[in-house]
């Protein structure tokens, strides 16, 4: 079975904190996204990786930053946490070349609050 | 602009009743695909759905798509209390490879 994981299910930070999420796949995915689920919003994309060391902003990448050293473990940090980014942060993992998505596998999310 | 909606935004049946949702979305797309979460968990994705294919089952899962409407449907039959989930479908649009955009999803209650 796959298996995504995520280092933390809940988290509490302060306002202003650098807040690091990570994010391990076992399936040797190319692929590897982070997105953040709110209320009435559904789930909007943070930034995305197809490579290690390669990304690509999503929709909602500001106040955000990624970093993926190796293929299996894909990292979001908000470099200064605001009240703004309390949400629930999903990580998921997929095969893929650029030209077509596959299903993704998701990890378990982390509820993240910032006060 | 949001990509994938889902219709209706809550839906509440008995056991045993069959559900069904549906999907719109705006542009052409390689495939459509339906996730389902349970509360407070991540997503599960159930089933992908190619732009050249009209109807998919699996288990008690179907799911049709019509691309000159741009819409899915997701049919449950037969439901169960353990289907309570909310439901989102997913697209990636041509041209975006392997991006998602989610639907906000559809709340489903089954009732023992």
């Known amino acids: 079975d796959v298996k995504v994981t995520q280092s933390s299910r809940y988290l509490v930070k302060r306002t202003g904190e650098k807040v690091f999420l990570e994010c391990v796949q076992d399936m040797d995915h190319e692929n590897m996204f982070w997105y953040r689920q709110d209320p009435g919003l559904g789930l909007r994309l943070i930034y995305f990786?197809?490579?290690?060391?390669?990304?690509e902003k999503g929709d909602i990448p500001e106040g955000y930053s990624v970093s993926r050293e190796k293929k299996e473990r894909f990292s979001l940090i908000l470099e200064s946490a605001s009240t703004n980014q309390t949400s629930m942060y999903l990580c998921?993992?997929?095969?893929?070349?650029?030209?077509?998505?596959?299903?993704?596998?998701f990890g378990p999310g982390t509820r993240l609050t910032v006060t | 602009s949001q990509q994938g909606e889902e219709d209706p935004q809550a839906l509440s049946i008995q056991e045993g009743e069959n559900a069904t949702m549906n999907c719109s979305y705006k542009?052409?797309?390689?495939?459509l695909q339906w996730y389902r979460q349970n509360s407070g968990r991540g997503l599960v994705h159930l089933i992908l759905i190619r732009s050249n294919e009209r109807e998919k089952h699996s288990g008690r899962l179907r799911v049709t798509l019509d691309t000159s409407k741009k819409s899915s449907s997701l049919l449950i039959t037969a439901s169960r209390a353990a289907d309570t989930a909310s439901y989102f479908c997913a697209t990636d649009a041509t041209l975006s490879g392997s991006r998602l955009t989610f639907g906000e999803g559809t709340q489903l209650t089954v009732n023992p």
């Open positions: 998921a993992s997929s095969f893929g070349f650029r030209d077509s998505s596959y299903e993704q596998y």
């Open positions: 542009t052409s797309i390689n495939n």
């Open positions: 990786s197809y490579d290690v060391k390669m990304k």
